[in-house]
């Protein structure tokens, strides 16, 4: 599996330490696509989708690769990364909010959520609220969550993919 990353001035520093996590520890094929300098001036949206587009060229001919973007927030980058087609970006946040109780009292983990139910192939980091080591424990949790396959979660994310 190839992994892209990508991150503005907002996770330039940690993205690098992610990439090389994921490269020599994890043994996965990496991809940096940008930003390759620190410009505190920079905006996430042209560097988010140049990762962005690469993995919607792999998941719309079947390969099944992963982003990794982080930003300042990940919520902006994660609203450039779904604009491709077949990419499907979920944003995480920290252990804070990773185990979750709905209404009936049944307990989630939204970060195996985002891969079980809803295939998620990107993942945006909101870095103001995660440390170096927390997002290493993320990104190796959700390199290695399989998608269910389920009938009812692979019907919704084929019609995920099939939005314009």
Known sequence: MRVYFAADHGGFEIK????????????????????TTYDANDDYPAIIASAALKL?????????????????????????????KGVRCAVYYGKALREQTDMSGKKLDMLASSREHNNANALSLGLRFLSLDEAKEAVK????????????????????????
């Not at 719309?60 to 491709?84: K, Y």
Request: hydrophobic content about 40%.
């Open 16 to 35: 690098n330490q992610l990439l090389a996590f994921v490269r020599d520890e994890l043994k996965y094929e990496v991809e940096d696509c940008g930003a």
């Open 56 to 84: 919607s060229k792999d998941s719309l001919a079947g390969r099944d690769n992963r982003a990794i973007i982080a930003g300042a927030s990940g919520q902006g980058e994660a609203m450039v990364a779904n604009r491709f």
């Open 141 to 164: 949790d959700w390199l290695v969550l399989p998608h269910t396959g389920e009938e009812r979660h692979a019907r919704r994310v084929k019609q995920i993919d099939e939005v314009n």
